[in-house]
């Protein structure tokens, strides 16, 4: 009986570590500079260059943010007519690569870290 419970717990862990380990943005910068020709129409080459103000920046976000928000632009769990229809056809990897490539540019808005102190 005992020994179950710690098997249980034991494949429990195997599963939460692998899970994580998936969940997790893993893409390629090369590849997603690729796939990315259709974005920069909007979002700029780099992601840095938005042509209107309601068109995010992506240069620089973190990868994982970046992967997260095409997900749910995909599965519908974020609502923008444009958005859902960029990704409708993408797969999973093409999304990881996207978000690698503009993960990996510099940030337009690095904001020296003292800035917060200086406001108060
Ligand atoms: C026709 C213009 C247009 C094109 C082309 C386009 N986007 Fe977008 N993108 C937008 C707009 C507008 C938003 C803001 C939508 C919203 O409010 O959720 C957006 C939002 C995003 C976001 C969310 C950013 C954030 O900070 O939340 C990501 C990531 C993104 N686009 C990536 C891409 C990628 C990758 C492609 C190419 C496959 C692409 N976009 C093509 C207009 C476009």
């Given amino acids: 009986m005992q020994r179950t419970v710690r098997i249980t717990a034991l494949v429990a862990s195997a599963l939460l570590v692998l899970g994580v380990g998936t969940a997790r943005a893993a893409g390629n910068p090369a590849a997603g500079k690729e796939k990315s020709q259709t974005c920069a129409a909007c979002h700029g080459p780099l992601g840095k260059t938005s042509q209107q103000p309601n068109y995010p920046i992506l240069a620089g976000q973190h990868e994982s943010y970046l992967y997260h928000a095409l997900k749910g632009y995909k599965s519908g769990t974020r609502q923008n007519a444009v958005m859902?229809?960029?990704?409708?056809?993408?797969?999973?990897?093409?999304l990881q690569d996207l978000a690698a490539w503009f993960a990996s540019q510099e940030h337009l808005y690095t904001v020296p870290l003292d800035r917060d102190a200086a406001a108060e």
């Fill in 84 to 94: 859902n229809g960029m990704v409708s056809q993408l797969s999973d990897q093409d």
